[in-house]
């Protein structure tokens, strides 16, 4: 009788070292997912992205078609789209022409000079909203055009792309040139070539 349980305890064990077995595949493929790469998003993952590139693989010269109503351009090889980016146009008593332009000159480090501020000797600001030949300069101080890095000119008065802030994208903000953010516009600088279209619509 003693033998008969032993066997069947002995059994029981084995059945019981059967049924788990299974499930370590399981357990092994649940600690595989974990050791995968972990996609971490930042604090604004819930914001809109401003730009988006995957144009530097694809052949041709680029094309910028600007829409003033979603204060978008939209970025074109060869008739592909190759990205986008949030701009920051003309505000109000500012607007920003619309048209077909050709990019006239490229310049990677060029100030404004219309638009800047006024400092005095010891570089501090007097007007931060400076319009040359406009505002006073007081006595010891002078003019400092405001910086346009990566300026692609457009018109022959003045109005073309260039890196600069963008506060409330999707909003106008400039006094009439596209303002881009500063890698897209590097990027743009870079792939654009003089006598490239540029298309401004609303």
Known sequence: MNTLRLLTAVAGVSLLCQCELPRLPLLTSRYEVVRRPLLVMPTTA???PMYVWHGSGTPGPLSVNIDLSEQKAYLFKNGQNVGWTYVATGR???????????IMEKIANKRSNR???????NGNVVNSNATAGVSRVPAGCHYVGAPMPYWMRITGYGVGMHAGPI??????ASHGCIR????MAE?????AQVGGRVTIMH
């Open 92 to 102: 109000s008593g500012f607007a920003t022409p619309t048209g077909t332009f050709r």
């Open 180 to 183: 881009l953010p500063r890698h």
């Open 46 to 48: 819930s914001q809109s």
């Open 187 to 191: 990027t743009i600088f870079e792939h």
């Open 115 to 121: 638009y800047g501020m006024i400092v005095d000797r």
């Open 167 to 172: 506060p409330n994208p999707g909003s106008p």
